[in-house]
Nanobody
Framework: QVQLVESGGGLVQAGGSLRLSCTMS???????VGWGRQPPGGLRDLVAT???????VYADSVKGRFAISRDNAKNMIYLQMNNLQPEDTAVYYC?????????WGEGTQVTVSS
């Protein structure tokens, strides 16, 4: 198992930026990691994934604005979010896939005002 703790959410104006962080409880160097989000009244969807030694993959809605990265030495995952828009308002969750099982953190709220 793995525990995930997100941080870095908050309130930002449209066009602004935030950087989310996720602390993992163990070394996940060989696992796929990602970020998902769940808007108010909506479903949770992955918006960015990163497999070991591969280029990241993004949902069309965030491509060119969001960037996922990882620091294996610190067991951290990051999501840099630029040019945020009101439709990006959601709870953001860190995700790790381990032996075919998806693990999620508790989430961090991101609110973008117009």
């Amino acid at each position: 198992q793995v525990q995930l703790v997100e941080s870095g959410g908050g309130l930002v104006q449209a066009g602004g930026s935030l950087r989310l962080s996720c602390t993992m409880s163990r070394n996940m160097h060989f696992s796929t990691v990602g970020w998902g989000r769940q808007p108010p009244g909506g479903l949770r969807d992955l918006v960015a994934t990163l497999k070991p030694d591969e280029n990241p993959v993004y949902a069309d809605s965030v491509k060119g604005r969001f960037a996922i990265s990882r620091d294996n030495a610190k067991n951290m995952i990051y999501l840099q979010m630029n040019n945020l828009q009101p439709e990006d308002t959601a709870v953001y969750y860190c995700n790790v896939k381990l032996f075919g099982v998806n693990y999620w953190g508790e989430g961090t709220q991101v609110t973008v005002s117009s």
